[in-house]
C-alpha cells in the first residue's frame, strides 16, 4: 500500500480528515443519534437498535470508541456506551469552523 503522505496537510487538515472517516458510515451515524437521544450509558440497546449482526455492531462502535467520539465501560458481560463529551465537542468546534458560512460573489461555474 502507499504512503497517504498526510505530511502535505496541516494537522487542523488531518484531524477534520480522521474525524471524518471515523463518522464515514451510516451505522456510526446511528449509533450516535442514538446516544445521543438517549443521553445516558447504553448497554446492550445498541445492536437491537440498528438490526445489524453483534459482530457488525461491535466493530463500528470499536471504530467511534478508537475515535475518542464515544467511551465505554465493562459492566459484567456488557459493555456500556456513551458520548465522550470532551471529544464530542472538538468534532463540533472543528466541523463548525469548517463550515463557514459562505457568500458567493457573482457566477461561480
Given at each position: 500500500?502507499g ?32 446516544l ?60 463548525q ?13
Amino acid at each position: 500500500m502507499g504512503a497517504t503522505k498526510t505530511d502535505l496537510f496541516t494537522k487542523q487538515q488531518n484531524d477534520i480528515a480522521n474525524m471524518a472517516k471515523a463518522l464515514a458510515h451510516p451505522a456510526r451515524i446511528a449509533i450516535l443519534q442514538y446516544l445521543v437521544k438517549k443521553n445516558a450509558c447504553v448497554c446492550g440497546d445498541i445492536v437491537e437498535e440498528l438490526g445489524l449482526a453483534q459482530a457488525t455492531t461491535s466493530q463500528h462502535l470499536k471504530e467511534l470508541k478508537n475515535a475518542g467520539i464515544i467511551q465505554g465501560d465493562i459492566d459484567g458481560v456488557s459493555v456500556c456506551y456513551c458520548i465522550n463529551p470532551k471529544v464530542w465537542k472538538q468534532y463540533h468546534d472543528i466541523f463548525q469552523s469548517f463550515f463557514k458560512d459562505i457568500t458567493l460573489s457573482g457566477k461561480c461555474c
